[in-house]
Nanobody
Framework: QVQLVESGGGLVQAGGSLRLSCAAS????????LGWFRQAPGKEREFVAD????????HYEDSVKGRFTISRDNAKNTVYLQMNSLKPEDTALYYC????????????????WGQGIQVTVSS
């Protein structure tokens, strides 16, 4: 079992930055792939970014490439999402996720979820 707790969301103007953090706990968390998804009102949950257990591999959804950066600190069991150049269309509930691999995560297969944290970008 893995528990995930997000922090760092809030309201920001377009062009601004936020950093989300997700503290993970549970068995062998450092061996899990971690990631971020988001869900805007009236839309399905979508993949944003993920990172392998070692941190060597990352993937990004096309619309956030070059603006968002995912990283992890296995000593702190924490994953981060640095979000720069934010746009109103980035407004959503952001979820931290954990799975045994990044490919499983992106298939929504055996994923642990955090409770979600709101990010609102005003124009």
């Amino acid at each position: 079992q893995v528990q995930l707790v997000e922090s760092g969301g809030g309201l920001v103007q377009a062009g601004g930055s936020l950093r989300l953090s997700c503290a993970a706990s549970g068995r062998t968390v450092s061996s899990y792939a971690l990631g971020w998804f988001r869900q805007a009102p009236g839309k399905e949950r979508e993949f944003v970014a993920d990172i392998s257990w070692s941190g060597a591999g990352t993937h990004y959804e096309d619309s956030v490439k070059g603006r968002f950066t995912i990283s992890r600190d296995n000593a702190k069991n924490t994953v981060y999402l640095q979000m720069n150049s934010l746009k109103p269309e980035d407004t959503a509930l952001y979820y931290c996720a954990a799975s045994t691999s990044t490919s499983s995560m992106r298939r929504y297969n055996n994923v642990y979820w955090g409770q979600g944290i709101q990010v609102t970008v005003s124009s």
